[in-house]
């Protein structure tokens, strides 16, 4: 049993305020003594890397069954997944213990140390509370799970295309848990546009299809090479720009991977198979109907 602590850079809470996140907290570093601020802020010094500021502090009490390493990528996860856009909030070490007996650990398994501009993080008063549910609601999530992780991971990437290629591969690991038949870019598309679209109408689902079936094809693309020019990215709205493209997928691979944490099948392919076998059986009977 002990103390954790995930000191958190890029981030702005307004009102400036403390989040009860049920099994932790969420507060401002202005909460603790001077011992602890100065620990704080000297895990924010690195000689390698450009020195981060940190403001708030997610914290909680060790229950001796999970890892520092999971509550970190917790943290981190849950701040990308809140949002669609990936802004900021980064960190590079948790504390242990307290005052002089605090050890510090390095982390750096997200860190955007060769990106040039970093966009802030902003969680307004009519969001906290949303933070704080979207938190519970992830608790048992496995933030190592593959979609999970690549889609994190895409959010720290340098090269815009990197990210790309991160969110449809996280989108293809959760629709294609049956990627030994063939059909690949059939399969996400369809089965992306059924659940994605599943609340509006079919026009929409349509073109939800034709965005996944572009966005398979343009990662195949990059993977295979060359790299697309950036002005002629395609696709259904003539994509010229790779941010935009990025936001297409990032927010359709955000939405499926709380989807199916919701079903509770994101960690098992099996189960995911079956859910998406009931789920295409149920589309036909209501468009025969």
Not at 4 to 15: A, F, N
């Amino acid at each position: 049993m002990g103390i954790w602590r995930v000191p958190l850079s890029m981030l702005t809470l307004d009102p400036i305020n403390s989040i009860d996140l049920e099994d932790a907290r969420l507060l401002p570093i202005s909460e603790y003594n001077e011992d602890l601020q100065g620990y704080i802020r000297l895990a924010g010094l690195d000689t390698e890397f450009p020195t981060l500021t940190y403001d708030y502090v997610v914290e909680k009490v060790s229950s001796g069954s999970e890892r520092v390493e999971d509550f970190m990528m917790r943290t981190l996860a849950n701040f990308r997944l809140f949002k669609e856009t990936p802004n900021g909030v980064y960190s590079r070490v948790f504390l242990e213990g307290e005052s002089e007996f605090m050890k510090i650990y390095p982390f750096r398994h997200f860190f955007p140390f060769s990106r040039e501009i970093w966009q802030p993080y902003l969680l307004k008063e009519n969001e906290q509370e949303e933070f704080a549910a979207l938190w519970k609601r992830t608790r048992n999530m496995n933030f190592a799970n593959y979609a999970v992780y690549r889609f994190t991971l895409a959010d720290f990437r340098p090269y815009l295309y990197d990210r790309f290629s991160d969110y449809v591969e996280s989108m293809e690991n959760l629709l294609v848990p049956d990627y030994g038949d063939g059909q690949l870019s059939y399969k996400l598309s369809s089965r992306g546009a059924m659940i994605l679209g599943r609340s509006v109408i079919s026009k929409n689902r349509a073109e939800i299809y034709e965005d996944l079936k572009w966005a398979y094809a343009l990662r195949s693309k990059i993977v295979h090479g060359p790299v697309p020019d950036e002005t002629s990215l395609g696709g259904r709205l003539s994509i010229r720009k790779w941010e935009k493209a990025n936001e297409i997928v990032r927010k359709y691979d955000r939405d499926l991977i709380l989807f199916f944490h919701s079903k509770g099948c994101i960690d098992d392919s099996v189960k995911r198979r079956e859910l998406l076998d009931k789920l295409i059986l149920d589309s036909k009977i209501i468009m025969n109907d």
